[in-house]
C-alpha cells in the first residue's frame, strides 16, 4: 500500500504516518504546504526520505492508494472529497468536518466513489481503550450502565498557530476534541446512534476572548448513559499532555482507564484498573498491540469494514455538530 500526506498543519500527521508506515505501508510523497512551518520541519526531520510534491500532483498519482489528511480542519473536507474523486481512500485527522454541509458533500461523494473515508479517532490508536472495550464485550463487567470520560488537554500556546484559536476554522470545542469522546461512547454503549441530553460550551477568560475551553456532554441510549467532559486545563506542572480517564460501570463490575498517566505511581500510560464480583485487578496496557492501521491498510485492500461501519463515521461526526450547534454558551464573569 501507498500513501501520501498531505495538510501539514497539525502534528497529528506524526503519528498518523508513523502507524502507517509500522504497520507495512509505504509514504511515497507530501506536500509541503503548512500554515505552521514547526509542523513541516518536524515531519521533515522524522521522514527524511520521503519526498515533497504538489498536492496535484500527488491526488493524480494513480499509484498512490490513500492519503493521509491533517490540514486546518475547516479545509480537510474539501480535501478529502478531491482525493476520493480521484479514487483514493482517506485517513483523515479529527475533526473531519465543521460544518453539516461538509458532512452532507462527504457523505454524497463516499456513496458515489465507494471509497472509504475514516478519521483517526483515538479510540482506535488506544491499547487501553481497545482492551477495555474486549472487557465489557465479554461480559464481565455485565450490563453497562454509565460512561464517563474526562478529556482535559493542555493549550501549549506557544505551539498554536493563528487558526486553532479561530472558531469556525476548528469548529468548536466539542466538534474538536469531543468527537473522540463520542466515538468511545457508540463503541462501549454498542450503540449505532445516541441522543444528546445536555451539551454546554463555556468560555471562561482563556485569550483570546470568547475561545472555548470548555464542554460538557450527556449522551444516552435505550440502556446507557455517559457523561463527558472536555477541557483545556490540564496544569504545565503535569508531565503530559493531559489525564484522560474514563470510568465504565456495570451492573457486576468497574473499570477505570488512565490513559495517559498515574498520577502518583505508575509510570507511563494505559493504566486500567477492574473491579468485579470477587476481585480487583490492575492492568498494565502500554504494551498491548494496536490494529487500527494494520486494519485500515487491509480495508482499502479488500474494501472491508475492519476499523468500523462507514456509517458510524458519520454519525459520529453529525452528533458533534448537532451538539455544538445546540450547545447551552456560558463564559465567566467576574464580580
Same mark, same amino acid.
Request: contains cysteine.
Given at each position: 500500500?501507498r /500513501?501520501?500526506?498531505? @495538510?501539514?498543519d =497539525? ?5 498518523? &504516518?508513523?502507524?502507517?508506515? *509500522? ?6 510523497g507530501y ?19 520521503v519526498p ?7 491526488? *493524480?498519482?494513480?499509484?498512490?492508494d490513500f ?12 480535501l ?5 474523486? +480521484?479514487?483514493k ?12 454541509d ?6 454524497s &461523494?463516499? #456513496?458515489? !466513489? ?7 479517532l @483515538?479510540?482506535?490508536? %488506544? ?21 464517563t ?6 493549550l $501549549? ?17 466539542? $466538534?474538536?476534541?469531543? &468527537?473522540h %469522546? ?18 454546554t460550551?463555556?468560555?471562561? @477568560? !482563556?485569550?483570546?476572548p470568547g475561545?472555548? *475551553? /470548555? ?5 444516552t441510549? =435505550?440502556?446507557? +448513559? ?5 477541557d483545556?486545563?490540564?496544569?504545565? @506542572?503535569?508531565p503530559?499532555?493531559?489525564?484522560g480517564? #474514563?470510568f465504565?460501570v456495570?451492573?457486576?463490575? &468497574?473499570?477505570?482507564?488512565?490513559? $495517559?498517566?498515574?498520577i502518583a505511581? +505508575?509510570?507511563?500510560g494505559? =493504566? #486500567? /484498573?477492574v473491579?468485579?464480583?470477587? %476481585? ?15 486494519? /485500515? ?10 476499523? #468500523? ?15 455544538q450547534?445546540h450547545?447551552n454558551?456560558? %463564559?465567566?464573569?467576574r464580580?
Amino acid at each position: 500500500m501507498r /500513501f501520501a500526506a498531505i @495538510g501539514l498543519d =497539525h502534528r497529528h500527521i506524526y503519528d498518523l &504516518t508513523r502507524g502507517l508506515l *509500522d504497520a507495512g505501508a509505504t509514504c511515497v510523497g507530501y506536500n509541503p504546504d503548512t500554515t505552521d512551518p514547526r509542523v513541516l520541519a518536524g515531519f521533515r526531520r522524522r521522514f527524511p526520505d520521503v519526498p515533497a510534491a504538489e498536492t496535484g500532483r500527488l491526488l *493524480d498519482d494513480p499509484s498512490i492508494d490513500f492519503v493521509v489528511i491533517a490540514a486546518v480542519p475547516r479545509d480537510r473536507a474539501q480535501l478529502a472529497i478531491a482525493a476520493m474523486q +480521484r479514487g483514493k481512500d482517506v485517513m483523515v485527522d479529527k475533526p473531519g468536518v465543521t460544518t453539516a454541509d461538509e458532512l452532507a458533500a462527504l457523505q454524497s &461523494t463516499v #456513496m458515489q !466513489t465507494r471509497r472509504i473515508w475514516s478519521i483517526a479517532l @483515538g479510540r482506535l490508536a %488506544s491499547p487501553a481503550q481497545q482492551e477495555a472495550l474486549r472487557i465489557v464485550r465479554s461480559g464481565e463487567l455485565g450490563r453497562l450502565v454509565h460512561i464517563t470520560s474526562l478529556a482535559p488537554h493542555r493549550l $501549549n500556546r506557544a505551539l498554536r498557530p493563528a487558526w486553532f484559536f479561530d472558531a469556525p476554522a476548528y469548529g468548536g470545542i466539542i $466538534n474538536d476534541i469531543g &468527537t473522540h %469522546s463520542i466515538d468511545s461512547f457508540l463503541a462501549f454503549a454498542d450503540a449505532a446512534d445516541a441522543e444528546i441530553a445536555l451539551a454546554t460550551v463555556g468560555a471562561f @477568560g !482563556t485569550e483570546p476572548p470568547g475561545f472555548e *475551553d /470548555f464542554a460538557e456532554l450527556v449522551l444516552t441510549t =435505550h440502556s446507557v +448513559r455517559g457523561y463527558i467532559r472536555l477541557d483545556w486545563f490540564t496544569p504545565d @506542572g503535569l508531565p503530559t499532555w493531559g489525564d484522560g480517564r #474514563m470510568f465504565l460501570v456495570g451492573a457486576e463490575g &468497574t473499570l477505570e482507564l488512565r490513559k $495517559n498517566l498515574d498520577i502518583a505511581g +505508575r509510570a507511563g500510560g494505559d =493504566h #486500567m /484498573f477492574v473491579a468485579n464480583g470477587s %476481585s480487583t485487578r490492575y492492568i498494565d496496557c502500554s504494551s498491548m498491540p494496536v490494529a487500527y492501521y494494520r486494519e /485500515f491498510i487491509a480495508d482499502v485492500a479488500e474494501r472491508t469494514e475492519r476499523v #468500523m461501519p462507514q456509517r458510524q463515521v458519520f454519525t459520529v461526526c453529525r452528533l458533534a455538530l448537532n451538539a455544538q450547534a445546540h450547545a447551552n454558551r456560558f %463564559s465567566a464573569r467576574r464580580s
